[in-house]
């Protein structure tokens, strides 16, 4: 692989999204607030980890801790929606964010639960160039939100072990996704405050590829994450990827045992 022409602790944090995410950090765990969406689109995104994750490393899914002495990171963790119910399907989960304030609720959050989550307030650049790397790394709802995508991606490749796996999910540059995500999701429903996205900073699928194979991850598959208005629910549609998808991807290497 060529060398990158990043330098090694350059950042892709954007001062004004983590300025956005840390004034509604008490909020995270609330399954009404402003992170609602998050809790309703997250048994979408849990089985999918759990259930890709598991086939990789050839394991039941539906047994107790099918990633029982995984290590996993959780990139943008925010108040730890996703990190705890990792920890409980037995990886040992590593959770950072730029936000000090969403690092303080997930702490604080996890040791009322009685859950041993290694949260750290730092950045993915950061961690990158202290040589630590992972099973599973996860970038979920965060691309859009950082500064420069292309070091972003490239870094969460170089985050996971060769062998190992890394899932993204984000929204797609379409009208379609304006007018759902945007729109709809912040101006009608208000189901998000004002502001939180900004439809240029949307990425396509092969955009998406393109910048994890620079960090030595090849994609193994992309599915849309369709909501049902009638059910209130989210599901995985392989034939829908206007708006929100979700991929995983495997870092070059032999899967660790």
Known sequence: ??????????????????????????????????????HRLNPVRLAYIRDRAAAHWHRD????????????????????????PMARLGARVTGIDAAE????????????????????ATTAEALAGSGQRFDIVLALEIVEHVADVDLFLETCGHLVKPGGLLFLSTL???A????????????????LPRGTHDWRKFLKP???????????????????????PLSRSWSLNKGDLDVNYMLYGVAAGPAPI
């Open 61 to 84: 899914p539906l047994s107790g801790l099918p990633l029982q002495g995984l290590s996993l990171l959780d990139i943008g963790c925010g108040g730890g929606l996703i990190c705890e």
């Open 206 to 228: 092969s955009e998406v590829v393109r910048g994890l194979r620079a960090g030595g991850i090849e994609a193994q598959e992309i599915v849309g994450v369709v909501y049902s």
């Open 101 to 120: 304030r969403n690092i303080a609720t997930a702490s604080l959050h996890a040791g009322r639960q009685d859950l041993a989550i290694d949260y750290r």
């Open 176 to 191: 379609k996704a304006w007018a759902l995500a945007v729109a709809g999701a912040e101006y009608v429903l208000r189901w």
């Open 172 to 174: 797609n540059r379409t």
């Open 1 to 38: 692989m060529a060398e990158s022409a990043h330098t090694p602790y350059a950042s892709t944090v954007d001062p004004a999204e983590v300025e956005r995410f840390s004034r509604i950090a008490e909020e995270w765990w609330d399954p009404t607030g402003k992170f609602a969406p998050l």
